[in-house]
């Protein structure tokens, strides 16, 4: 939504030698505030942009300038357009509107270069992503309950400044107002997402540490040894990359990784069925045998 905003604005002034800024505000429905911040972010792209108080003042470009493709190398014009194509699969529906215009001055036809489907996440919806995107660009307040790794369901509510993707993940980070420091938030575990009208001061994050739970309350880490089968060689490869110890001569592996033990390694473990063996340690063995028996009961 930003990015469009400022190239309009580009353009309406390319169209007209002055406006105010609230007209903009009028026309974008945003406060003067958001316009006052839309024209420094215009300046420090270098785009010869001013303002002058008084009667007849206004925001205005310097006459002489001209938004062409000669502001742009080759590279940056083909950087600028794949950028935007990445955001198209980001749930950013104003990215198709900015790349025909982009298209159009660069006289390039956009390569759609990248695909991505989050489909299977969920929250795949437009709104739930723009929601998100508001609330950080927008820096708003929001809230939501969240489900954390013990089953507890607890009201957060938060300053977004960041979504960040990791191991397969999509995850937000924020200041937390109740725990009053940083956190780092899964969207999978995220309900009723609300993003208030709220808003907050930019905070220098450098001063503020991320609060990672109490030694109590984390899982323990283990040092996990796996037999797998050849036949999971597919699963291997995308699931241990980079874990694997060693390769037999029939094919299979060992698998070795330290991590939490948490319901991840029982239910990895008890998805390869008879392809897979604990090696060590000797009470994950155990407890895998008991999940497995309760399961095999359920069946009788």
Known sequence: MQVNRLLEIVYLLLQQDRVTAGELADR???????????????GMAGIPIYTEKGKGGGISLMPDFVLSKSMFSEQEQNEILFALHG???MHSPDSDTVIQKLSGIFNKTATNWLDVDFSDWGYDNDEFWEDLKTAILERRITEFEYFNSFNDKALRRVEPFQLWFKSKNWYLKA????????????????RDLFVTNETFAERDLSTI???????????????????ISAEMTYRV???????????????????????????????????????????????IKDTVRKKAKKIYDMYI
Not at 175 to 190: H, P, V
Not at 211 to 225: G, Q, S, V
């Open 209 to 227: 540490k991320h609060t990672e739970p109490a030694p109590a309350d984390k899982n323990p880490i283990i040092h996990l040894r796996l037999w």
């Open 237 to 283: 490869l995308d699931e241990f990359a980079g874990c694997v110890e060693k390769q037999n001569d029939d094919g299979s592996f060992i698998v070795s990784l330290h991590c939490a033990e948490d319901n991840w390694v029982y239910g990895t473990v008890l998805s390869y069925g008879e392809h897979i063996e604990v090696l060590e340690p000797e009470h």
């Open 28 to 42: 974008f429905e945003v406060s003067t505030r958001t316009i006052y911040r839309d024209i420094d972010t215009i």
């Open 175 to 190: 200041y937390d107002l109740i725990k009053q420091n940083l956190r780092t938030f899964k969207l999978t575990r995220m």
């Open 87 to 89: 955001l198209t699969k």
